[in-house]
């Protein structure tokens, strides 16, 4: 078969799994989230707008180039598919992205006055890029959210120099996390959304 067909079919089972997994955790309630894989020729397959990541079908996932143009104009790729071609354009070693909208990632960012949510001490910050042991601590950028995703990505592109180790949340909205692959971006996932769980749990215990 064609090398680039069987990426792309490989990117749509990546994608369909990532779905059922995120909607099985209930991080991405109705038809929130947004899931993408990049493909080896450079282009981007990524959920279509207003899909139930729980649902998706093959025809649910399309392409869009780096710049977040449809392949097919008549396909209308998620919403926040610019945001998932900044993460490419600046880390070009990644390639999955997936966004989530769990209760604890949406509560934390709207209760967090600063403009970043930290995360210290806990074995699980191994799971992070660069992260060896659990004497350390991991900044989680807090960003605004904004319906214009072109204006939230200007707010976001800085902080790439930093690394972002853990991903960033968009407050009162949710998580973006990255990964080499689908595996990883998974792991990195359930990772911090671990985190932010017990985070979520101790602040209830310190009221
Ligand atoms: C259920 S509303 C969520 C959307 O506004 C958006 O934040 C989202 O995550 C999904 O948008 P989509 O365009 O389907 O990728
Ligand atoms: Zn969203």
């Not at 209308?76 to 945001?83: F, K, Q, V, W, Y």
């Amino acid at each position: 078969m064609d090398q680039t067909v069987t990426d792309f079919a490989r990117a749509v089972q990546d994608i369909l799994f990532a779905g059922q997994r995120m909607d099985q955790r209930g991080w991405v309630p109705a038809t929130a989230g947004n899931i993408s894989r990049k493909l080896a020729d450079g282009r981007i397959a990524i959920t279509r707008s207003g899909c139930h990541k729980g649902f998706l079908q093959a025809a649910d996932v399309i392409t869009v180039d780096m710049q977040g143009k449809p392949h097919s104009p008549e396909n209308r790729p998620s919403a926040e598919t610019l945001l998932h071609c900044q993460i490419y354009r600046h880390f070009p070693q990644m390639g999955a992205v997936l966004h989530g909208h769990s209760v604890a990632s949406t509560v934390l960012s709207m209760e967090e006055e600063t403009a970043a949510l930290t995360l210290a001490d806990y074995e699980v910050l191994k799971v992070f890029e660069g992260q060896t042991t659990h004497a350390t601590s991991v900044q989680v950028p807090l960003f605004e959210n904004d319906q214009d995703i072109a204006q939230l990505a200007d707010v976001v592109e800085p902080f790439f120099g930093t690394g972002m180790p853990a991903g960033y949340i968009i407050r009162g909205h949710g998580v973006y996390v990255w990964g080499k692959d689908m595996p990883t971006a998974l792991a990195r996932l359930e990772g911090l959304e671990f985190l932010l769980a017990c985070a979520l749990e101790r602040r209830k215990l310190h009221v």
